[in-house]
T-cell receptor, first 116, second 112 residues
């Protein structure tokens, strides 16, 4: 138990569907992240939110739309995805920018997405 | 961002000590070195972090030479459950949210 909870754990969707991934952190952190991990590839940083403001979007296609309503919740809205978007989507949180912290990332278990 | 280079894979046997070395020739003065462990279909998990010399915790040791251009993660007496991918990261700590980038990691396989 890392303090970061992701739902659903598994999701199968068609290319025309709209779905959302949810992440919740119970650690009091002020930064949250979405990473994508495809088979045999390194983790790719998709989005970063710090203090609920998006600070980084690493050229992610617009069919992925993040939402951070507060410091504890992060969503990834999915629409008109492609089969190559099938991957493990990982949410993480950290305490950003304060002295005395390691900046350690705490990851959820991930949401395994399959696009048909 | 300092680029890191580590072996793609390593094999060892139960009970052995495993050392994984990471090169980071362009490490900056404010950069820390952090290692994560990832099991299949799970998110990475923080193992250890250091700035210089040696750091030890209940899981591993981290050795950093004086020039800080490399670091070595040492896992004492590994078991089958240590089979995982190990990532070396270099960046400021506490880390700015946008600077936590993972490389390819080292796939460690432990055999009986």
């Amino acid at each position: 138990e890392t303090g970061v909870t992701q739902t659903p754990r598994h999701l199968v969707m068609g290319m025309t569907n709209k779905k959302s991934l949810k992440c919740e952190q119970h650690l009091g952190h002020n930064a949250m992240y979405w990473y994508k991990q495809s088979a045999k590839k390194p983790l790719e940083l998709m989005f970063v939110y710090s203090l609920e403001e998006r600070v980084e979007n690493n050229s992610v296609p617009s069919r992925f739309s993040p939402e951070c309503p507060n410091s504890s919740h992060l969503f990834l809205h999915l629409h008109t995805l492609q089969p190559e978007d099938s991957a493990l989507y990982l949410c993480a949180s950290s305490q950003d920018g304060h002295g005395g912290n390691t900046g350690e990332l705490f990851f959820g278990e991930g949401s395994r997405l399959t696009v048909l | 961002l300092a680029k890191t280079t580590q072996p793609i894979s390593m094999d060892s046997y139960e009970g052995q000590e495993v050392n994984i070395t990471c090169s980071h020739n362009n490490i900056a003065t404010n950069d820390y070195i952090t290692w994560y462990q990832q099991f299949p279909s799970q998110g990475p998990r923080f193992i250890i972090q250091g700035y210089k010399t040696k750091v030890t915790n209940e899981v591993a040791s981290l050795f950093i030479p004086a020039d800080r251009k490399s670091s070595t993660l040492s896992l004492p007496r590994v078991s089958l459950s240590d089979t995982a991918v190990y990532y070396c990261l270099v960046g400021e700590a506490p880390s700015s949210a946008s600077k936590i980038i993972f490389g390819s990691g080292t796939r460690l396989s432990i055999r009986p």
